[in-house]
């Protein structure tokens, strides 16, 4: 079936913008997670949904970010007012509900912003 | 949550048996050893799992010692394709804790030919 996905694959924006970045998770995983990760680094846990619990936004860097998910499917991930130190890859990764195998994290292709 | 410890970096050549280790001193009892893989402009993919011991599937072998205070992937016989970033995680995968597993910088391992 059809892995996770993201749109776009490439955003340029000008600092102080907003940006919408979205992610489609594989059907039927409940858990879906949001990571930064810029040039040369590893990644960096954002934030984290399961279901219909409250999500765990305990990574997000500061308040102009913010994410929703739809029931269990789509999720966008905003970042309002551009900065320059924004400019990353952003992945989303799903998992299946409970443990899954090995609890394993499905990654999409990543979403690479830059600000300019 | 275990901090994990890894090196930045390793050459090899195709054909040799590479081994990363990654300590994780303070790793709990309900921890769990998970090792990804992650190629240039992709994201991260599950290479293997283990809690103690040795495990092995069709792309690498992980071995665990007993105090699990460290672990060691082992990739066999490397090709060019086996060049990416190789990422030591440690967390509980029983609880649904978002932050769970965190990925640190991991190991870049460079096959050359």
């Known amino acids: 079936g059809a892995g996770v996905s993201q749109s776009p694959s490439n955003k340029v924006t000008e600092k102080g913008k907003d940006v919408e970045l979205r992610c489609d998770p594989i059907?039927?995983?409940?858990?879906l997670y949001w990571y930064r990760q810029r040039l040369g680094q590893g990644l960096e846990f954002l934030i984290y949904?399961?279901?219909?619990?409250?999500?765990?936004k305990s990574g997000l860097p500061s308040d102009r970010f913010s994410a929703e998910r739809t029931g269990e499917s789509v999720s966008t991930l905003t970042i309002q007012r551009t900065q320059q130190e924004d400019s990353a890859v952003y992945l989303c990764?799903?998992?299946?509900?409970?443990?899954?195998?090995?609890?394993?994290?499905?990654f999409g292709p990543g979403t690479r912003l830059t600000v300019l | 949550l275990a901090k994990t410890t890894q090196p930045i970096s390793m050459d090899s050549y195709e054909g040799q048996e590479v081994n990363i280790t990654c300590s994780h001193n303070n790793i709990a009892t309900n921890d769990y050893i998970t090792w990804y893989q992650q190629f240039p402009s992709q994201g991260p993919r599950f290479i293997i799992q283990g809690y103690k011991t040795k495990v092995t599937n069709e792309v690498a072998s992980l071995f665990i010692p007993a105090d699990r205070k460290s672990s060691t992937l082992s990739l066999p016989r490397v090709s060019l394709s086996d060049t990416a970033v190789y990422y030591c995680?440690?967390?509980?995968?029983?609880?649904?804790?978002?932050?769970?597993?965190?990925f640190g910088g991991g190991t870049r391992l460079m096959v050359k030919p």
């Open positions: 990764a799903s998992r299946e509900p409970g443990t899954g195998r090995n609890n394993e994290q499905f």
């Open positions: 949904f399961q279901g219909n619990s409250a999500p765990d």
């Open positions: 995680l440690v967390g509980d995968t029983t609880n649904n804790a978002g932050n769970m597993l965190t």
């Open positions: 059907s039927g995983h409940t858990a």
